[in-house]
């Protein structure tokens, strides 16, 4: 069985999800979602994909689908994750399941109901080198003490990953620290008892803070630290040192390195090295088996509950 599959939001993300799924047999990418129709009719042709709109509801209608990928700004998200259940479509919403700890809720409320396959894009959970780490814990070979994590951006005008004008605002907290609030809590499978955020002066244009910390401690006696900043103009990217009992990994997206930064060759955890496609597997695969994802959105919404904490204490 082919799995017809849409993606709305066919921006610098959408486009990495259109590149991962060429990859994967028994699927097809049949609607492409976007903004602007003209831009959007440009990588439905490079990707030879025949259906075309700027309409989520439009896409939705179409007997042929059975699954909605969005890569759509932040603030769409959950509405958008509901209305795919809705219409009876399994989805895999792109990282933050929602800004709102209310609207994550009411997606896993609907998904409980309605036993689709409802999927968040936590890519950390997949990437070969979070991986490795993953099963060196599960064997009881490696026990975290201390998680270190820099985000950093130089963003201090409202551009995408592209260079493009963004439609919408990024978010230090509901975005780019929900990566590692999850991985800390799919890493040490252990809930997070104390949460502590401080913030940097908030943007006068864009509305938010530039640069913030935040402080977690698992109920095992883990901790983690996560610094994030939109105004380091230096190296970019987010940067994992796993401190624990037995070693210590620097991992950088797919790749993964010891404490002395010897590299390790993680070529051989997945059949990938593209994290990114790995999710996309997972949901296909999840969808075929009828069972639970792997980062589905019952296994994320503690991650949400957390930024839903630290939220309240920077307001």
């Excluded at 099963?135 to 026990?143: C, N, P």
């Excluded at 499978?189 to 502590?196: C, D, L, Q, R, Y």
């Excluded at 401690?217 to 401190?243: E, V």
Aim: hydrophobic letters at 40%; proline letters at 3%.
């Amino acid at each position: 069985m082919t799995i017809k599959v849409a993606l709305a939001g066919a921006g610098a993300f959408g486009i990495k999800h259109l590149d991962g799924i060429k990859n994967i047999p028994g699927v097809e990418v049949v609607s492409v979602i976007g903004r602007e129709l003209d831009k959007t009719k440009e990588v439905a042709a490079k990707y030879g994909i025949a259906h075309v709109t700027t309409d989520l509801a439009e896409s939705l209608k179409l007997k042929e689908l059975d699954a909605v990928i969005l890569c759509t700004p932040t603030q769409m998200h959950a509405a958008q994750a509901l209305q795919c259940l809705r219409a009876g479509k399994h989805v895999q919403v792109e990282i933050p399941l929602c800004d709102k700890l209310a609207d994550g809720q009411a997606v896993l409320d609907l998904q409980q109901k309605t036993g689709l396959v409802a999927m968040c894009g936590h890519t950390r959970r997949f990437n070969p080198s979070h991986q490795y780490v993953h099963r060196r814990i599960k064997k009881g070979e490696f026990r975290i003490q201390q998680m270190d994590v820099q985000t950093y951006f130089f963003r201090r005008s409202n551009m995408n990953a592209l260079g493009q004008p963004r439609s919408w605002t990024d978010h230090l907290l509901w975005h780019h620290a929900a990566h590692t609030v999850d991985l800390f809590l799919h890493q040490t499978g252990s809930p997070v008892v104390k949460a502590n955020a401080l913030q940097g002066p908030i943007h006068p244009q864009l509305g938010i803070a530039m640069d913030m910390s935040i402080q977690l401690q698992a109920a095992n006696g883990a901790i983690c630290t996560l610094s994030l900043s939109f105004n380091n103009d230096g190296p970019l990217g987010t940067f994992f040192r796993y401190i624990g009992d037995s070693a210590t990994y620097i991992a950088r997206y797919d790749d993964l390195f010891n404490g002395k930064d010897e590299k390790i060759d993680v070529s051989r955890v997945d059949v990938s090295m593209n994290g990114i496609e790995l999710q996309d597997r997972e949901f296909f695969a999840a969808i075929r088996e009828g069972r639970e994802p792997n980062a589905s959105v019952a296994q994320v919404l503690p991650c949400y509950q957390v930024l839903h904490r630290l939220e309240q204490q920077l307001n």
